[in-house]
């Protein structure tokens, strides 16, 4: 319970309570003394790790015991708040930490303890295997988004503006491993968590899903003016593209498989009885992935780093899939082509 003032400290008289500057403060009429009440520092930290776990511990005492918090504790006179928050961290949960920096300053009036400056920071985990030690019960890791009820709202809060910080980067890294689903077996990473997630460039497959005649519109306009020698084909060609495209499609909603791409060994084969240079199926091939891209990242506002990732991660992908149309398609070409012969050198 928070104490309270009774005598003065410096001459033993009572102290009144007294109406000063807009609040009632005690004062002691015999030696003038006016006792200012400031918030007590408190010093606090978020370690979290590669699970996106953070440790907690159980609180063993009251105010809150069998509450679960973040190592929290007050600094004392001589020392920096962001040591004190190292310090507690050693004693109530046995974990050594760096400091990574500063996520929360918080003042909040508590009931036990009065006015108090909660100060909360990002520590790294730098060593010590998490055990209970003074006031604290038990120590456990909970997942970040999935916390047990907290004994101080200031931890919320913090644990809240923890996570808004990284929401974005942490998406980011969830689809980027589905690009390259092999990453998933180096250790530091947890299988099975985020492979159900969607990808991010889903909202994206989406858009193209929907303009499909624009864009094939647009990539007809493109290569007519790009490269003259395929307009006289535009017809086959425009028909081709629109094949690529729902491939494409396929393709990023996971839909596809080698079947999907091998139907255009045979168009490879139609090219080249056409008399199409394949160098000009190529430039073609390219314009097309462009084209897929500069619409998606015209009709979207840009506005965040998530959001360029995003465009990129499709970019990314879309390379993926143009890369086994133009395998087949060049080898439908090659097996319509005369065998090829090198000049012996002389
Ligand atoms: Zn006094």
């Given at each position: 319970?928070?104490?309270?003032?009774?005598?003065?400290?410096y001459?033993?008289?009572?102290?009144?309570?007294r109406?000063?500057?807009?609040?009632?403060?005690?004062?002691?009429?015999?030696?003038?003394?006016?006792?200012?009440?400031?918030p007590?520092?408190?010093?606090?930290?978020?370690?979290?790790?590669?699970?996106?776990?953070?440790?907690?511990?159980?609180?063993?005492?009251?105010?809150?015991?069998?509450?679960?918090?973040?190592?929290?504790?007050?600094?004392?006179?001589?020392?920096?708040?962001?040591?004190?928050?190292?310090?507690?961290?050693?004693?109530?949960?046995?974990?050594?930490?760096?400091?990574?920096?500063?996520?929360?300053?918080?003042?909040?009036?508590?009931?036990?303890?009065?006015?108090?400056?909660?100060?909360?920071?990002?520590?790294?985990?730098?060593?010590g295997?998490?055990?209970p030690?003074?006031?604290?019960?038990?120590?456990?890791?909970?997942p970040?988004?999935?916390?047990?009820?907290?004994?101080?709202?200031?931890?919320?809060?913090?644990?809240?503006?923890?996570?808004?910080?990284?929401?974005?980067?942490?998406?980011?890294?969830?689809?980027?491993?589905?690009?390259?689903p092999?990453?998933?077996?180096?250790?530091?990473?947890?299988?099975?968590?985020?492979?159900?997630?969607?990808?991010?460039?889903?909202?994206?497959?989406?858009?193209?899903?929907?303009?499909?005649?624009?864009?094939?519109?647009?990539?007809?306009?493109?290569?007519?003016?790009?490269?003259?020698?395929?307009?006289?084909?535009?017809?086959?060609?425009?028909?081709?593209?629109?094949?690529?495209?729902?491939?494409?499609?396929?393709?990023?909603?996971?839909?596809?498989?080698?079947?999907?791409?091998?139907?255009?060994?045979?168009?490879?084969?139609?090219?080249?009885?056409?008399g199409?240079?394949?160098?000009?199926?190529?430039?073609?091939?390219?314009?097309?992935?462009?084209?897929?891209?500069?619409?998606?990242?015209?009709?979207?506002?840009?506005?965040?780093?998530?959001?360029?990732?995003?465009?990129?991660?499709?970019?990314?992908?879309?390379?993926?899939?143009?890369?086994?149309?133009?395998?087949?398609?060049?080898?439908?070409?090659?097996?319509?082509?005369?065998?090829?012969?090198?000049?012996?050198?002389r």
């Amino acid at each position: 319970m928070r104490k309270q003032r009774i005598y003065c400290p410096y001459c033993g008289e009572p102290v009144v309570q007294r109406h000063m500057e807009g609040k009632i403060r005690d004062f002691c009429m015999e030696c003038s003394n006016v006792f200012y009440e400031n918030p007590l520092p408190v010093a606090c930290s978020i370690v979290v790790n590669e699970d996106r776990e953070v440790l907690l511990v159980k609180r063993g005492k009251d105010p809150y015991k069998g509450m679960w918090c973040l190592p929290i504790g007050f600094a004392e006179a001589d020392e920096e708040v962001k040591d004190a928050a190292l310090r507690e961290l050693k004693e109530e949960a046995g974990v050594e930490g760096e400091i990574v920096r500063l996520v929360d300053v918080d003042t909040v009036d508590n009931y036990y303890y009065g006015s108090l400056a909660i100060v909360t920071y990002e520590v790294r985990h730098a060593g010590g295997t998490p055990t209970p030690g003074d006031d604290a019960e038990e120590t456990r890791f909970f997942p970040v988004l999935e916390l047990p009820p907290l004994a101080w709202s200031s931890n919320e809060k913090a644990l809240k503006i923890y996570t808004d910080f990284y929401r974005d980067t942490w998406a980011m890294v969830d689809s980027y491993k589905q690009l390259f689903p092999e990453i998933h077996s180096m250790g530091e990473m947890t299988p099975g968590l985020t492979e159900q997630k969607a990808f991010l460039s889903n909202v994206l497959v989406k858009l193209i899903d929907k303009n499909t005649d624009e864009i094939t519109g647009e990539w007809t306009t493109e290569v007519r003016s790009g490269i003259p020698a395929l307009s006289i084909h535009m017809k086959f060609l425009s028909e081709v593209n629109r094949k690529v495209l729902k491939s494409i499609r396929n393709g990023l909603q996971g839909k596809g498989d080698t079947l999907e791409y091998l139907k255009f060994r045979d168009t490879g084969r139609d090219l080249r009885r056409l008399g199409i240079d394949f160098p000009d199926v190529f430039n073609a091939m390219a314009l097309s992935r462009k084209r897929i891209w500069m619409h998606v990242i015209q009709k979207k506002i840009l506005s965040s780093p998530l959001e360029i990732y995003i465009t990129l991660e499709l970019n990314n992908r879309i390379i993926f899939l143009y890369d086994k149309v133009i395998y087949y398609l060049s080898a439908g070409y090659m097996d319509e082509a005369p065998a090829f012969t090198a000049e012996p050198a002389r």
